[in-house]
């Protein structure tokens, strides 16, 4: 059978579709891990921008009645967390509770530098790090 112009079309649109779909355009690498975050400089920003919600030892704000209420950072729940996964968490917020996406307030860095600090509040409360 021979080949026509519309089959070379459709050949190349397939193995550019086919190409694409084995790439990773358009998703954003993890590579970063909380262990490469600074944690004193995460500290920072969680006293600034966490501890209203999150309290100062990160199991809860003092008086604030959220529904639901804020995450137990010190939690196994929290803290078997992957770090990409905690990541996007900070980055989008969680929708339905009262975090908001900090990726608008932070740089991806800065959020690093904040996971990196409550990984610290895990070891701090004997969970896992």
């Known amino acids: 059978m021979p080949i026509t112009g519309r089959m070379l079309v459709c050949c190349a649109l397939l ?9 990773n355009l358009g998703v954003k690498e993890l590579t970063v ?3 490469s975050g600074d944690s004193v400089s995460g500290r920072e920003i ?3 921008t966490c501890i209203r919600c999150h309290g100062i030892d990160g199991k809860g704000g003092l008086g604030i009645k959220l529904v639901p209420p804020p995450a137990d950072l010190t939690s196994l729940a929290v803290q078997s967390r992957l770090d990409g996964t905690l990541f996007r968490r900070i980055h989008g917020g969680k929708p339905n509770t009262a975090m908001g996406a900090w990726k608008h307030a932070l ?8 996971l990196s600090y409550v990984r610290t509040l895990g070891v701090e409360s004997g969970g896992q790090p």
Do not use: C, H, P, Q
Request: avoid cysteine; aromatic fraction near 14%; charged fraction near 20%.
């Open 46 to 48: 969680y006293v600034n």
């Open 33 to 35: 891990s909380a262990k």
């Open 15 to 23: 193995s550019g579709m086919a190409a694409l779909g084995f790439s």
């Open 107 to 114: 740089s991806d860095e800065e959020i690093w530098d904040v």
